[in-house]
């Protein structure tokens, strides 16, 4: 791997949804958000379900990722994750009417359960929708 990019693959158990070498990795940690540059030191993550991007020759592609876990070694770096969008293959609209179903849902809910279910939704929906718009 050249020194100055990183390896990027973001894999789902379906497929990899993407595969480039990077300048840069944006992505929302559980603890918090983090940036990557080639030669970082080896790092590891849990991921919330929220955006990441990366940047290529001053081109950014924004990314959805649900949930998961990020390594990076050696210019590598995984994203593995359930699910995982690029943002131009987002459909807004159907993003747009989870966001609204999950509000709904939140509005009805009774139990806990059906409350962090019902934010689980709404957080994809929004991750969705903000990838989807940069
Ligand atoms: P929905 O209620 O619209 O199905 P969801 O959050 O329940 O949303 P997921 O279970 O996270 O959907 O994803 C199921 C599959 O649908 C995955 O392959 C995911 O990539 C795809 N998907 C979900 N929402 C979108 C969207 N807005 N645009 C493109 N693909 C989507």
């Given amino acids: 791997m050249s020194e100055n990019k990183i390896h990027l693959k973001i894999i789902t158990p379906e497929k990899i949804v993407y595969e480039n070498d990077v300048d840069s990795i944006y992505a929302q940690g559980e603890a918090g958000s983090f ?54 293959d987002i459909d807004v609209t159907r993003a747009q009417l989870a966001k609204e179903r999950a509000e709904a849902k ?12 019902a934010n689980a939704a709404l957080a994809r929906a929004m991750a969705r929708l903000k990838a989807a718009s940069k």
């Fill in 35 to 88: 940036g990557i540059l080639p030669n970082h030191i080896p790092f590891m993550a849990a991921l919330a379900i929220g955006t990441a991007k990366a940047e290529i020759s001053g081109e950014t592609i924004n990314f959805s990722i649900i949930g998961g876990a990020f390594q990076f070694k050696n210019n590598e770096a995984i994203i593995l994750t359930e699910v995982a969008e690029i943002g131009s």
């Fill in 106 to 117: 939140l509005g009805n809910a009774s139990t806990q359960h059906d409350i962090k279910i």
